[in-house]
């Protein structure tokens, strides 16, 4: 298997699915080689959510089909964890966690 590979994803654009780690991460306490993640179940609490805990650490999101830091926070609400434990990912994790929000919630359907 490839490295940051994305595993048991149901299909290519379902927002359902499982993300494999390049460098395992630190989630609650335990190191994790992957993490599942459903973009489907998130509705506009999940937008407000995530907005108002970048507010309260101090970003502003600027425009949000361009702000990678408002897609990871986005990735967060889909698996269910923190911002905090997203900004701990390595580099290319956090890109491409970021990078599937965004085509998530801004490609073509």
């Known amino acids: 298997m490839k490295e940051n ?4 994803e149901t299909a ?8 494999e780690f390049v460098k395992p991460a630190k989630i609650d306490g335990e190191v994790r080689k992957s ?10 609490s999940n937008i407000r959510h995530a907005k108002g805990e970048l ?5 502003t999101v600027a ?3 361009l702000d990678e830091v408002f897609h990871a926070a986005m990735f967060a609400e889909a698996a269910g964890i923190s911002i905090a434990d997203v900004e ?3 580099p290319r994790d956090y890109i491409n ?7 998530f919630l801004y490609g073509e359907e």
């Open 5 to 8: 590979e994305i595993i048991n």
């Open 55 to 59: 507010q309260r650490s101090g970003y």
């Open 88 to 90: 701990r990912f390595s």
């Open 97 to 103: 966690v970021a990078d599937l929000a965004r085509d």
């Open 35 to 44: 993490i599942p993640y459903d973009f489907t179940m998130l509705n506009g």
């Open 12 to 19: 290519e654009d379902s927002g359902v699915g499982e993300y």
């Open 63 to 65: 425009v949000k089909e």
